[in-house]
C-alpha cells in the first residue's frame, strides 16, 4: 500500500519536528497539489437519530473499510482518486442525511457501514470543488448528536480513538476527527497486522481522555492527529490519539 510523505509527523508529539504532513496548518508542499476531499454521509433520521459515540466508531470503521477496499487499492477503479487525496491535505467531510436524501446517497458509489443503529456512507475522495450533485446538496450543519446513556466500558486489547477533553467539536467535526486517528493507526500498521485488523471486522472505540490520560497519551509516540484548522477549531489543535494494541510497544 503506498504511503503519503511525512507520514512520521503524523505520530509525534512535537510541534517541532519538520515534515509534510497531511494534518498540519503549517504551509506545505501538500498545498500545492489538487485538493481532495473525502465524503461521508450519516444517516440522521428525525425521529430516530444515531448515539454520537455509535456515529463516530461508524465513521472510524467507515474510513478503514474503504482503504482496505480493493477498488482503493493498486489499479482499482477508486485507487487514482485515493491517491490524489492522500497526496494532498487530508481531508474528510461529513454530511446529513434522511429519507429520500439518504436513498439517492446510496445509489451513488461507495460504502455502507452500520453500527450499534448508526449508519455511514463513505465514498471514493472527490475534487475539493467537484461533489457528485446529490451529495454537495446534503447540509454539513445538524449534524448534533447526544448519548442518551454513557458509553460501555471498553476493551483494553482493542483499538481506541481518543478524543481531546478540552475541545468541543459538533458531531460531524468529530465524526471526521474520529476517522483521521484510525486512517493514521491504518499507515503505521504492517501488512499482516491490518490483515488481521480488517478481518476482526476493525473492531475499536471512541473515547474522550480524562485530562491527566490525555497528556499521557499525546506524549505516547501514539498516532496524533493536529487538526489543520478548516473548519470550528483552531489550527494546530490536537484532537484525537489513536491507540492501536500493535502500536503500543512501538
Request: glycine fraction near 6%; hydrophobic fraction near 40%; include cysteine.
Amino acid at each position: 500500500m503506498d504511503l503519503p510523505p511525512g507520514r512520521l509527523e503524523d505520530v509525534t508529539s512535537d510541534p517541532a519536528v519538520p515534515g509534510d504532513s497531511p494534518f498540519r496548518s503549517e504551509p506545505s508542499t501538500r498545498d500545492e497539489a489538487p485538493q481532495f476531499v473525502l465524503p461521508l454521509v450519516v444517516r440522521i433520521e428525525r425521529a430516530d437519530p444515531p448515539a454520537r459515540t455509535d456515529a463516530l466508531e461508524t465513521a472510524a470503521r467507515a474510513v478503514l473499510t474503504l482503504l482496505a477496499d480493493e477498488r482503493a487499492l493498486g489499479e482499482g477503479e477508486w485507487a487514482a482518486a485515493v491517491r490524489d487525496w492522500q497526496d494532498a491535505r487530508i481531508r474528510k467531510v461529513v454530511r446529513r442525511a434522511r429519507g429520500a436524501e439518504w436513498r439517492r446517497a446510496e445509489t451513488l458509489p461507495g460504502i455502507t457501514v452500520t453500527g450499534k443503529a448508526a449508519q455511514v456512507r463513505v465514498f471514493p475522495p472527490v475534487p475539493l470543488d467537484g461533489w457528485p450533485k446529490d451529495l454537495a446538496k446534503l447540509q454539513v450543519s445538524g449534524t448534533d448528536l447526544d448519548d442518551p446513556e454513557p458509553p460501555v466500558g471498553i476493551d483494553p486489547t482493542a483499538p481506541v480513538i481518543w478524543q481531546n477533553p478540552d475541545v468541543t467539536m459538533s458531531a460531524g467535526k468529530a465524526m471526521a476527527q474520529a476517522g483521521h486517528g484510525a486512517q493514521l493507526a491504518w499507515w503505521e500498521l504492517s501488512d499482516e497486522e491490518r490483515t488481521a485488523w480488517r478481518e476482526a471486522g476493525f473492531p475499536l472505540a471512541v473515547r474522550t481522555a480524562e485530562p491527566r490520560r490525555w497528556r499521557e497519551l499525546t506524549e505516547s509516540g501514539l498516532p496524533l492527529v493536529r487538526d489543520a484548522g478548516f473548519t470550528e477549531i483552531a489550527p494546530g489543535s490536537c484532537t484525537v490519539v489513536a491507540d492501536h494494541p500493535a502500536l503500543r510497544t512501538r
